[in-house]
């Protein structure tokens, strides 16, 4: 089975001061924050279009939250 191609942009919070990563692929569109943005200390996702999940999601690294992307948006 072919996997998705996911498309990954970035773009700056309000202030312009923390980078937001966007990955998006026809199932939808999830973005990545930064642990230092986030109080918890972790990486936090979300999903902004399909449907891919509810609420927010926290990772210990980058690279788990990138995995749990990837298995979203290439599913």
Not at 15 to 29: A, D, L
Request: glycine share 6%; proline share 4%; hydrophobic share 30%.
């Amino acid at each position: 089975m072919k996997k998705r191609q996911i498309k990954k942009q970035y773009s700056f919070d309000m202030e312009n001061t923390q980078v937001i990563s966007h990955y998006e692929s026809p199932k939808g569109v999830i973005c990545l924050r930064p642990p230092y943005w986030v109080g918890m200390g972790n990486h936090e996702i979300w999903c902004v279009e399909g449907n891919l999940f509810e609420g927010t999601e926290y990772y210990s690294s980058f690279k788990k939250a990138e995995a749990r992307i990837r298995e979203l948006l290439e599913a």
